[in-house]
């Protein structure tokens, strides 16, 4: 009933930039909190950044990532900077959601974005 997309990964080089976008779509009545992860190949999906009323940050990304949201139009962004071979990694978004005439936040995920980062 709710889907996520990401777009905007790609191939970069080291100390480059992207921007990734996630829209949610579907019957929607609000958003509390929209985040991203990652899992690069045999590792743990790993948070990357999360937003409600606030921004925070996984410890590996703090100052280099932007995480920012349009609430009108349900998606999330995320700015990638400054980036290292170590950031590449599919990234997935995903948003707990309050669907038209339920109660409770359902958390759907996105089926992510390829960013990597050649050295």
């Known amino acids: 009933q709710v889907q996520l997309v990401e777009s905007g990964g790609g191939l970069v080089q080291a100390g480059g930039s992207l921007t990734l976008s996630c829209e949610a779509s579907?019957?929607?009545?609000?958003?509390?909190?929209m985040a991203w992860y990652r899992q690069a190949p045999g590792k743990q999906r790993e948070f990357v950044a999360g937003i409600n009323d606030n921004s925070y940050y996984g410890y590996s990304v703090q100052g280099r990532f932007t995480i920012s949201r349009d609430i009108g139009k349900n998606t999330v962004y995320l700015q990638v900077a400054s980036l290292k071979p170590e950031d590449t990694a599919v990234y997935y978004c995903?948003?707990?959601?309050?669907?038209?005439?339920?109660?409770?936040?359902?958390?759907?995920w996105g089926q992510g974005t390829q960013v990597t980062v050649a050295s």
């Open positions: 579907g019957r929607i009545f609000s958003i509390s909190v």
């Open positions: 995903n948003a707990d959601v309050v669907l038209l005439g339920g109660r409770q936040p359902l958390r759907s």
